[in-house]
């Protein structure tokens, strides 16, 4: 059965700083791999989104990579902002489900 | 403006008193699902449809139905509501499967079952 974990579960950094997310996961036969941001109380907003076939992906200051064959996908954020305090899930997806990593909840310190 | 709708987005509710949580989307996208979540086991998905009058069950279904009987719509059925679906739901649909396409979330429904 597909596992996915994050770790951290929390994590606090100053602004302006570059950090790297984690997520593994235990089947490596998937169809994509997507980072979703989940603010509180609100709904998910899809970040990136990396197919199986592809390394890596990236939007403005985030950059997705994926290692189909270790499992693992990496988030990195450069140069961070306050307004990328949220909580980060990542999510992979086979045969139409998706199975969801419990999230790091990153704060950036003013 | 391209959006998945859900009501209500709170109710709180007794046991055994039968709700369904609607769910619309307006982009004509063909795959649908619903998730909860709830601390410390985060979000699980409960049933999900690649199209219509096409439904499958996610990773925990039970105590929940669904149909699909149109495309832009996606309704939640809890028969008998019992206190530990107390919980955080999501309804979310992307374009075509969600193998090759980004997913969008709707804003949540909170649900309370006393």
């Known amino acids: 059965k597909q596992e996915v974990t994050q770790i951290p579960a929390a994590l606090s950094v100053p602004e302006g700083e570059n950090l790297v997310l984690n997520c593994s996961f235990t089947d490596s036969a998937i169809y994509n791999l997507q980072w979703f941001r989940q603010d509180p109380g609100k709904g998910l907003t899809s970040l990136l989104l990396i197919q199986s076939s592809q390394r890596e992906q990236t939007s403005g200051r985030l950059n997705a990579s994926l290692d189909k064959s270790s499992g693992r996908s990496t988030l990195y954020i450069a140069a961070s902002q306050p307004g990328d305090s949220a909580t980060y899930l990542c999510?992979?997806?086979?045969?139409?489900?998706?199975?969801f990593g419990k999230g790091t909840r990153l704060h950036i310190l003013p | 403006e391209a959006q998945v709708t859900q009501n209500p987005r709170y109710l709180i509710t007794v046991t055994g008193k039968k709700l369904t949580v609607t769910c619309s989307q307006n982009m004509n996208h063909e795959y649908m699902s619903w998730y909860r979540q709830d601390p410390g086991l985060g979000l699980r998905q409960i049933y999900y449809s690649m199209n219509v009058e096409v439904t499958d069950k996610g990773d925990v279904p039970e105590g929940y139905k669904v149909s699909r009987k149109e495309k832009r719509n996606f309704p939640l059925i809890l028969e008998s509501p019992s206190p530990n679906q107390t919980s955080l739901y999501f309804c979310?649909?992307?374009?075509?499967?969600?193998?090759?396409?980004?997913?969008?979330f709707g804003a949540g429904s909170r649900l309370t079952v006393l």
């Open positions: 999510a992979v997806n086979r045969d139409d489900k998706i199975i």
């Open positions: 979310a649909s992307s374009p075509v499967g969600a193998g090759a396409n980004v997913l969008t």
